[in-house]
């Protein structure tokens, strides 16, 4: 079965950092690419960021590029969203989603974790 | 403002058939697979459609996913009270992103 699970979320001041880990399990972790999706309270869904399979290439929403870093550890079977420089506006609940096998790059998003709330605030 | 453009909202009466629409470019939908979202109230969200018109293990055949040129739908037929959710389509933008549509809420009246 497969089962991701994210977390890590919490209250930081604008500015500050956060790392959030999703841990995942039931497939062959290291073949697929995995995603960060964001939703902020009462808003749709918004894509943050993917990682391929091979780890090899990264990509980025514009409104976190610079200040997001997504990296995985295959060993681990865990993805981690390296949150820096935060703003008021990255406040949202945070959803760590399996993508598909090698590259990722078609937007499906076959199994999502149960999100972890970020909030930025003083 | 969301890449994909989907009506704010939707509604129909138990067992009618509804359909979303999502509108995109010549970046995304028209040269991409689409696929849809369905969440819950409270709920993460669930690949409800993928590659288009492909239904994950478990999903109901009252739904189906079309795409033509740069627009596609979600059809719901047979409507449930519990279907009762937001529905998001996506797709890969060649821009280097998956983008998503606002979303539509759907209501069971």
């Known amino acids: 079965e497969v089962q991701v699970l994210d977390s890590g979320g919490g209250l930081v001041q604008p500015g500050g950092s956060l790392r959030l880990s999703c841990a995942a399990s039931g497939f062959n972790f290291n073949s697929y690419a995995m995603n960060w999706v964001r939703q902020a309270p009462g808003k749709g869904l918004e894509w943050v960021s993917l990682?391929?399979?091979?780890?090899?290439?990264?990509y980025y929403a514009d409104s976190v590029k610079g200040r997001f870093t997504i990296s995985r550890d295959d060993s681990k079977n865990t993805v981690y969203l390296q949150m820096n420089s935060l703003r008021a506006e990255d406040t949202a609940v945070y959803y760590c989603?399996?993508?598909?096998?090698?590259?990722?790059?078609?937007?499906?998003?076959?199994?999502w974790g149960q999100g972890t709330l970020v909030t930025v605030s003083s | 403002q969301s890449v994909l453009t989907q009506p704010p909202s939707a509604s129909g009466t138990p067992g009618q058939r509804v359909t979303i629409s999502c509108s995109g470019s010549t970046s995304n939908i028209g040269s991409n697979i689409v696929n849809w979202y369905q969440q819950l109230p409270g709920t993460a969200p669930k690949l409800l459609i993928f590659?288009?018109?492909q239904r994950p293990s478990g999903v109901p055949d009252r739904f189906s996913g079309s795409k033509s040129g740069t627009s596609a739908s979600l059809a719901i037929s047979g409507l449930q009270s519990e279907d009762e959710a937001d529905y998001y389509c996506a797709a890969w933008d060649d821009s280097l992103n998956v983008v998503f549509g606002g979303g539509t809420k759907l209501t069971v009246l």
């Open positions: 990682i391929s399979g091979s780890g090899g290439s990264t």
């Open positions: 989603a399996k993508g598909s096998y090698g590259s990722g790059k078609n937007g499906v998003l076959d199994y």
């Open positions: 590659s288009n018109n």
